[in-house]
């Protein structure tokens, strides 16, 4: 268990609704990042979030959008949703000295699926 | 744009063989490796790699980087079936805020 709480487990949804998934990071940790796994792949980095604000974002296009809360609890908004988009969805929560630990620690995920 | 390999995709082994996976990477200003074990949902770290020829090993469990050839590999010996999982390799970005992970390679044991 590493302390990083998703939900929903799992949610589906049909083409063009919007989606809102959300993680609470372990105590402490101060930054939240968002991964998609999408079947037999690995992650990839959707954006980062550190002090409530963006701090990084990968190759997603602005569809994908995000908040982090004072708590540093977080959410992924996916509006007008496309069939690729069903994956994993990794929320991993990390203090500002990641780098120097690598411990980015992650959560048993949102299983999205897009019909 | 960085970019992380690892082969084999896949693996099939007995109980008590030992295995080596391997992962190549292409970074701008390399800061670190990690490598992590997926059995189910959430990725859980294993080791990271800094320093080129200095072995992480946890129990059965050991790793090395190679910073001049751009690569690393992860080895498993005396398998076990609980040692069957996907295994992701991903190296941080410069700025320590991304990840890029490998498509992992999903090792089989059996018994």
């Known amino acids: 268990e590493t302390g990083v709480t998703q939900s929903p487990t799992h949610l589906i949804k049909t083409r063009g609704q919007q989606v809102t998934l959300r993680c609470s990071s372990q105590?402490?940790?101060?930054?939240v990042s968002w991964y998609q796994q999408a079947l037999g792949q690995g992650p990839q980095f959707i954006f980062q979030?550190?002090?409530?604000?963006?701090?990084g974002r990968g190759n997603f296009p602005p569809r994908f959008s995000g908040l982090q809360f004072p708590n540093y609890s977080s959410e992924l908004n996916v509006n007008a949703l496309e069939l690729d988009d069903s994956a994993l969805y990794l929320c991993?929560?990390?203090?500002?000295?990641?780098?120097?630990?690598?411990?980015?620690?992650f959560g048993e995920g949102s299983r999205l699926t897009v019909l | 744009e960085d970019k992380v390999v690892q082969s084999p995709l896949s693996l099939v082994v007995h109980e008590g063989d030992t295995v080596t996976l391997n992962c190549s990477y292409e970074?701008?200003?390399?800061?670190?490796l990690l490598w992590y074990k997926q059995e189910k949902k959430a990725p859980t770290f294993l080791f990271m790699l800094?320093?080129?020829?200095i072995e992480k090993k946890s129990g059965r469990l050991s790793s090395i980087l190679d910073k001049k050839e751009l690569f690393s590999i992860l080895n498993i010996t005396a398998t076990q079936t609980g040692d069957s999982a996907v295994y992701l390799c991903?190296?941080?970005?410069?700025?320590?805020?991304?990840?890029?992970f490998g498509g992992g390679t999903r090792l089989m044991v059996k018994p």
């Open positions: 970074v701008t200003n390399f800061r670190s």
């Open positions: 105590s402490g940790h101060n930054t």
């Open positions: 991993a929560s990390s203090s500002v000295n990641v780098m120097n630990t690598g411990e980015l620690f």
């Open positions: 800094t320093s080129s020829g």
């Open positions: 991903a190296v941080w970005n410069n700025a320590g805020n991304m990840l890029t």
């Open positions: 979030y550190y002090r409530e604000e963006e701090n």
